[in-house]
Nanobody, 114 residues
Framework: QVQLVESGGGLVQAGGSLRLSCAAS????????MGWYRQAPGKQRELVAH???????HYADSGKGRFTISRDNAKNTMYLQMNSLKPEDTAVYYC????????WGQGTQVTVSS
């Protein structure tokens, strides 16, 4: 059972930056797909970005040009660099990985104040 642990969330002012990390308990080399999702209060969980094992990336429109997803297989860690944050980015951010099954982390809160 792969465990995913997010970190790096917090409170930041609009226009600021945060870097989220997702550390896996096992090698992520074989994870075909890893991604970041978020869920704001009263809303459904939505995709933020994902990255394949080959490094191809995809971003939701909400984060294009502001967010960058990356993965370091040697460190078993995935990242989400978030710049120019907006109040509407406030949500719990979850990392996910697709291997033998779908794995989820517990989430990290990101709050952007105006």
């Amino acid at each position: 059972q792969v465990q995913l642990v997010e970190s790096g969330g917090g409170l930041v002012q609009a226009g600021g930056s945060l870097r989220l990390s997702c550390a896996a308990s096992e090698s992520i080399f074989s994870m075909a797909l890893m991604g970041w999702y978020r869920q704001a209060p009263g809303k459904q969980r939505e995709l933020v970005a994902h990255i394949t094992s080959g490094g191809s990336t995809h971003y939701a429109d909400s984060g294009k040009g502001r967010f960058t997803i990356s993965r370091d297989n040697a460190k078993n860690t995935m990242y989400l660099q978030m710049n120019s944050l907006k109040p509407e980015d406030t949500a719990v951010y979850y990392c996910a990985a697709v291997g033998a099954t779908y794995y989820w982390g517990q989430g990290t809160q990101v709050t952007v104040s105006s």
